[in-house]
């Protein structure tokens, strides 16, 4: 996949997903009535506009899958908002994901741009998921000059991306890292992940385990490490981990092959599986050792407070 100039024979791709509610339902603005003359008019607008950067982003066949953005490029204050539709087909597929770290990373290089942000109605639970399974955390330091754009929108959850931000390794909350595992697509055969101890992640593998057949709404886990340290990833399915340093508890949805958390303190782990059948797979620097959990979760507290 990659990002390139919105070409004539995009317009009808670009209108399929103008046109599929299961795309724009929840979108700031309404695409309902764009004809195929409407998507041509914006597509060759796009190559000679200077305010507003509009690329495809495009299958390893060339096929549109989508539109990144960057809109109200302001130079002067080092600034632009961000924004992406993808076709239904697109979804899942690592697209977004691409399409999004491409565009941003051409803020900054490119354009030399500060800070990239964009905002989602709290609606659109599918866009938030997204954000918050690659760890975007909501941004409360908007400028009123840009919020007042969307004055009439309301109950938007807003994000923000600084220059120097590290997209593949981000701090959580619980001061976790979710981190982007690398991942090949084959066309039409899946995709291929790996990683690496010492190289893509800071430990070498000792030991690997994975839980399997668990039913829907089960939790396990209700325990933190002392010494350990671990990669915890879905390759199948979809779980909900919940994390906690003993002062800020997060939720963070694994779903996503792609997507791993990394945990390198200790952190009080609670895992619910939302989805029967749904796989979780560890990578850990130790082999088993009883003596290295905490199971109860008073004593973890005093635990972390005594190490700080
Ligand atoms: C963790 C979360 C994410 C072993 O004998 N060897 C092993 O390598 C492991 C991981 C477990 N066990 C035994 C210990 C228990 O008798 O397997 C049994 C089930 O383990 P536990 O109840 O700890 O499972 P979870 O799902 O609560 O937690 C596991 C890991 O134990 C833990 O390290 O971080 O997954």
Redesign the pocket.
């Known amino acids: 996949m990659y990002l390139r100039e919105l070409k004539m024979e995009d317009a009808p791709y670009m209108l399929e997903w103008m046109h599929d509610d299961t795309v724009v339902h929840n979108l700031q603005k309404n695409f309902s009535e764009k004809t195929l003359d409407d998507t041509k008019s914006f597509i060759r607008s796009s190559w000679n506009d200077t305010k507003d950067k509009n690329l495809a982003i495009v299958s390893e066949l060339d096929e549109y899958m989508g539109t990144v953005s960057l809109k109200y490029i302001d130079r002067e204050n080092g600034n632009a908002e961000f924004a992406i539709a993808v076709r239904k087909s697109a979804m899942g597929c690592g697209y977004a994901w691409y399409g999004m770290k491409a565009i941003i990373e051409k803020a900054f290089q490119e354009l030399h741009l500060e800070s990239v942000y964009w905002c989602v109605s709290r609606k659109n639970k599918r866009a938030i998921r997204f954000y918050d399974k690659h760890n975007f955390h909501e941004a409360l330091d908007i400028p009123d000059n840009i919020q007042k754009r969307y004055k009439d929108a309301r109950e938007l959850k807003w994000y923000s991306v600084l220059k120097g931000d590290d997209f593949e390794h981000r701090t959580s909350v619980s001061d976790c890292s979710v981190i982007h595992i690398k991942t090949i697509p084959t066309l039409g055969a899946g995709e291929l992940s790996f990683f690496e101890g010492q190289r893509n992640i800071p430990f070498d593998i000792k030991?690997i385990?994975y839980?399997s057949k668990v039913p829907e709404g089960m939790r396990?886990?209700?325990?933190a490490?002392k010494e350990?340290k671990?990669l915890?990833f879905c390759p199948y399915g979809r779980i909900q981990l919940v994390l906690d340093n003993g002062k800020r508890r997060e939720e963070i949805e694994l779903s996503d092959p792609s997507i791993g958390v990394l945990i390198e303190r200790p952190v009080w782990?609670e895992?619910l599986w939302l989805q029967k059948d749904s796989v979780?797979c560890?990578a850990?620097s130790d082999y088993?050792k009883?003596e290295d959990?905490i199971r109860d979760y008073r004593e973890f507290r005093d635990y972390v407070e005594k190490k700080e």
Not at 220 to 223: N, T
């Open positions: 030991r385990y839980i396990r886990g209700f325990h490490h350990l671990q915890l782990r895992m979780l560890v850990a088993y009883a959990y």
